[in-house]
Every structure is written in structure tokens, then in C-alpha cells.
């Protein structure tokens, strides 16, 4: 008996180390379904256990391969270099005030196209805008990451984590927004001031020079789709239709306006959508429900509060952000919202917070962390460990408290 439930850990772990390392999709597939099927051979899930498993997260791999594809389609499009280029242009070379810029379209990409497009497309960019101006790009890369994780809040689309939450909550897609709108509101207060005080040197250099400065179109064709995209989910929702048809429709119309235009090709459609990655997270699944139905699900369970007060709720959410530093953010909702039902929202809700706000804490915490961190080392900007953990050690508790503190009154 603990030989099979040291299987599910075992292949956990390979599972988790193959994500840090981040190989070629086919070594990527090949190791989740192996991790997956060394879990089914030991007979710890039935088959029911698995086919619900499976009806869980095939809606959310389904967006998750749509919305990539939206946003690549969004990248080559040059949506991202015209809307930093108007943040470069309204900043005029003044660090702080094109730190501003770069804060709130970091906030803004990761809430309508979720987090990996702010860690692997806009960082780039916004690297390249410092640059250009010769300013410092720390403190606008730094912002990128923050909000990456924690600019997630706002929309159930946002962040894979809050999609994987939906079925266990009592809301719509506008409630969850309505919720998590004035939390959201506070997180980004704290997390600019906080970002402001730690980076002080960095903008407080002299304002930087713009020589000739580029001014690419916005892309309107992308706009259009991306914001019918975002209504089709609010309009959707009360009647039970999946985000996924909408990303879906959105993906397609994109993909056949890119590829008139000579943007891609059909290869570069199947590149985008990450197919390795979506069956790596299947498997996933299967491995963590494993994990859920053994011992560790029972230590879970037995450390949750049962109450829904402040400092409750505060346990959830320190609960999550030690899981999803562990297991990364992903595998951690997988095994800890199941068991928070009994609960209700607001306790679903606080455990959102720190599976998204707390993932920041380090790299270990989300994959964005780790995809944030090769962009950096591809530009020639590797981040120094300590000075991730700097930002992040002091950012992270306080902006967590303060979002629990609001989630407390408004629920």
C-alpha cells in the first residue's frame, strides 16, 4: 500500500521537474502520459474518478489551447509593440511615468488574454521600450511578472487557476468580475506603491532620450475580435456556455486573418496552440486527483479552517500559497478547491488569492514565473535570483493581506 501511494508523489515530481525544465513538446507529452499511467496502474482512481477528471479539465485545455492562439495571432499582429509604443510615446523618456504605463498594460493584457501572453510576449517588449528610451527595464520587467500572477483576479478567463475554480463556485462570469473587481483594485494600489518604493533608484534617473521613434498601427482586426471574445463570455456565462467556444471562434476567425495576411501558416497555428502542453495538463490531473483521494488530500483537509472570518479565510490563502509554491499553482488548485466546497465561495475565493497573488512568491510558484524568467535570460537580462526574491519576499505578504482584508468585507 505505501508503495502505490508513493507512486502518484513519484510521478508528481517527474511531472513538476519536467515543467521547470521545460523540454520539447514530444518529451513533454511522453513524460505526462508515463506519470499517468504509472498512476492508473496502481488502481488508486477508478475509472469513473477519471473520466470526471477528464470532463473537468477538458473545457479549460480547450481555452487554454484557443486563448494561445488568440494571443500569438495578437503578437504577430504587433498589438503589443503599438500599445507600448503609445505608453513609450506618453512617458516622453520619464521613467516614472513609463513605468505607470507599463503597470497598468501588464494589468490589462493579463486580465483579457491571460498570463502567459504578459510573461512571453509583452515582456519583450517592454524590454525593448526601456531600452530604447535608456531608461531601466528592471522595474518594468519586475512589473510584468507582479502582474502576471497577481493582476489575474479580476476575470475567470485571466488565469487557468480561476477557470479550474468556476464549477465549484455559485457565480457568474460578471459576478466573479463584480467580486473580484474592488479586490483587485486594492491589489494593484499596493503593488504599484510597493514596486514604486523597492525600484526608487531606477526611476528616479533622469528622464532618457527617444531618437526617432517608431509608431506601429494598432492592429484593429485583433481589437474587434479580442473585445467580441470578452462579451461572449460575460453574455455566455448565465446560460452555461464555456469560455472555450468563444477563445475558440476567436482562435479560428484570427488564425484565417493572419494567414491571408501572411502572418503564419498553418504549422505556426499548431505551434501556438501548445498541443504537448494541453495533454501535459490532463495528465496532470490525473496525477493530483490521485494525490487528492490519498494522504495528502487528507492533510489538506484536516489544516482548513472551518469558518469563513477573516482570519480563516487568511489560512486558505496561506494554505494555497505554500501549495502552489510546492506543487506550482495549477497542480495546487487541482487538489485544494475540490475540498473547499463545504466551505462556499468566499473560502474558493480566498484560495484564488493565494494561488494567484501567492504564486508569485517564487519561481517554483507558476509556470508564468519560470517562462518570465527564460524571456529575461533570451534578451541578455537573466534576473538575479536574489533580487527576484527581494520584490517578491516583500511584495507578496502584504499584497495578499490586503486583497484577503477586502474579500473579507465585500463577500
Known amino acids: 500500500m505505501l508503495a502505490e501511494a508513493l507512486v502518484p508523489v513519484a510521478a508528481l515530481v517527474a511531472l513538476l521537474v519536467t515543467a521547470y525544465v521545460h523540454p520539447r513538446g514530444r518529451v513533454e507529452a511522453t513524460v505526462g502520459l508515463a506519470a499517468a499511467a504509472a498512476t492508473l496502474a496502481t488502481g488508486i482512481l477508478g475509472w469513473a474518478e477519471v473520466r470526471d477528471t477528464l470532463e473537468h479539465l477538458g ?29 513609450r510615446d506618453a512617458a516622453r523618456g520619464r521613467p516614472v511615468r513609463l513605468f505607470t504605463g507599463v503597470f497598468l498594460l501588464a494589468a490589462v493584457v493579463t486580465t483579457v488574454l491571460s498570463l502567459d501572453a504578459t510573461v512571453v ?21 519586475h512589473a510584468c511578472l ?80 479580442v473585445g467580441l471574445m470578452l462579451t461572449g463570455f ?14 475558440g471562434a476567436a482562435a479560428v476567425a484570427l488564425a484565417l486573418w493572419a494567414r491571408r495576411r501572411g502572418l503564419l501558416g498553418t504549422s505556426d497555428v499548431v505551434a501556438a496552440a501548445h498541443p504537448a502542453f494541453a495533454l501535459f495538463v490532463l495528465c496532470l490531473g490525473v496525477v493530483v486527483a490521485a494525490l487528492g483521494t490519498g494522504f495528502l488530500g487528507e492533510w489538506v483537509a484536516d489544516a482548513l479552517p472551518a469558518g469563513t472570518g477573516f482570519a480563516d479565510l487568511l489560512l486558505v490563502a496561506v494554505i494555497a500559497t505554500v501549495l502552489a509554491n510546492l506543487l506550482t499553482n495549477l497542480s495546487a488548485t487541482l487538489l485544494l478547491v475540490p ?22 512568491l517564487s519561481y517554483t510558484g507558476s509556470l508564468a514565473n519560470l517562462l518570465w524568467r527564460r524571456s529575461m535570460v533570451r534578451l541578455g537580462h537573466p534576473p538575479p535570483l536574489r533580487e527576484l526574491h527581494r520584490v517578491s519576499l516583500l511584495i507578496t505578504p502584504l499584497s495578499l493581506i490586503s486583497a484577503v482584508a477586502v474579500l473579507s468585507l465585500v463577500t
Open 234 to 247: 460575460a453574455v455566455g456565462s448565465p446560460f452555461g456556455v464555456e469560455p472555450f467556444w468563444f477563445s
Open 339 to 360: 475540498l473547499l466546497g463545504t466551505l462556499g465561495d468566499t473560502a474558493v475565493l480566498a484560495a484564488l488569492l493565494g494561488l494567484n497573488i501567492g504564486s508569485g
Open 146 to 225: 507582479r502582474m502576471a500572477n497577481s493582476a489575474s483576479l479580476l476575470l475567470p478567463v485571466s488565469n487557468l487557476t480561476n477557470l479550474l475554480a468556476m464549477p465549484h463556485l455559485d457565480l457568474t462570469f460578471a459576478g466573479f468580475a463584480l467580486t473580484m473587481a474592488p479586490v483587485l483594485a486594492v491589489v494593484l494600489v499596493v503593488e504599484y506603491a510597493a514596486l514604486r518604493v523597492l525600484f526608487r533608484r531606477d526611476l528616479a534617473m533622469p528622464p532618457g532620450t527617444v531618437e526617432d521613434p517608431e509608431h506601429p498601427p494598432m492592429p484593429i482586426v485583433p481589437l474587434v475580435a
Open 121 to 141: 510576449l509583452l515582456t519583450p517588449v517592454v524590454v525593448g521600450v526601456a531600452v530604447s528610451t535608456s531608461t531601466s527595464y528592471r522595474p518594468g520587467a
Open 59 to 87: 473545457p479549460v485545455v480547450l481555452f487554454l489551447v484557443t486563448i494561445l492562439v488568440v494571443a500569438d495571432v495578437c503578437g504577430r499582429a504587433g498589438l503589443f509593440d503599438a500599445a507600448a509604443s503609445r505608453v
